[in-house]
Every structure is written in C-alpha cells, then in structure tokens.
C-alpha cells in the first residue's frame, strides 16, 4: 500500500492550495482519512480527517475552519484538502494517512509555503 500527496507549493497569503493523496495497492476498502502538518521546530498534529462513508462527520482543528474543506472520492482511493485564505501559519509540511487494511498509512508529505 502506498499514498502519494501532491499539490504542495509557495502561495502568497490569501492564496489557495489543492492537495491530493491517492492510494495505490491492494486492499479492499480504505476506511478514515486524515491530515496532518507539521512546522518546523513543532510537533506534527492534526488538521482535518473524515469517515469512509457518505457523509461521514468531519473534523477540522480550530485553526482551519471556514478555511479547509477535506473531501475524498472513493471510487479513486483519494483524498483532498482544499486550502484557502491561507495564512503564513499555514506553513508546514503536509501529510495524508488512511486506514488501510487494520492499520494507519503514510503518505511521503508535502510542502506548503505561504509567503509574500
């Protein structure tokens, strides 16, 4: 099993962003999935997750709501996270995971820069 993100890159302040993370293996079903970031000198933590199913409850940390949307499509094993009004706080690096076959995936993460 193996997740690629993407979507990373240098915004501007108010900017948006689009990452994606697609699954790739041999499994069945891909149960929540989530992302992370972490800033340099910080510990990684948490910015938005949701369930497998339709219309699984979603989760936001306080910083990114109104901002964030995380959304997935199953049929391409892929989750998203639509960034906007970004923020230089939001820099950091970006990692997707997902339940796969009783167990937490990694993705490899992504950079996001938001600076003038």
């Known amino acids: 099993v193996q997740l690629q993100a993407s979507g990373g890159g240098l915004v501007q302040p108010g900017g948006s962003l689009r990452l994606s993370c697609a699954a790739s293996?041999?499994?069945?079903?891909?149960?929540?999935m989530r992302w992370y970031r972490q800033a340099p000198g910080k510990e990684r933590g948490l910015v938005a997750a949701?369930?497998?199913?339709?219309?699984?409850?979603?989760y936001y940390v306080d910083s990114v709501k109104g901002r964030f949307t995380i959304s997935r499509d199953n049929a391409k094993n892929t989750v998203y996270l639509q960034m906007n009004s970004l923020k230089p706080e939001d820099t950091a690096v970006y990692y997707c995971?997902?339940?796969?076959?009783?167990?937490?995936?990694w993705g490899q993460g992504t950079q996001v820069t938001v600076s003038s």
């Open positions: 949701m369930g497998s199913g339709v219309g699984s409850p979603t």
């Open positions: 293996g041999s499994f069945f079903s891909i149960g929540a």
């Open positions: 995971s997902a339940d796969i076959l009783g167990r937490s995936q």
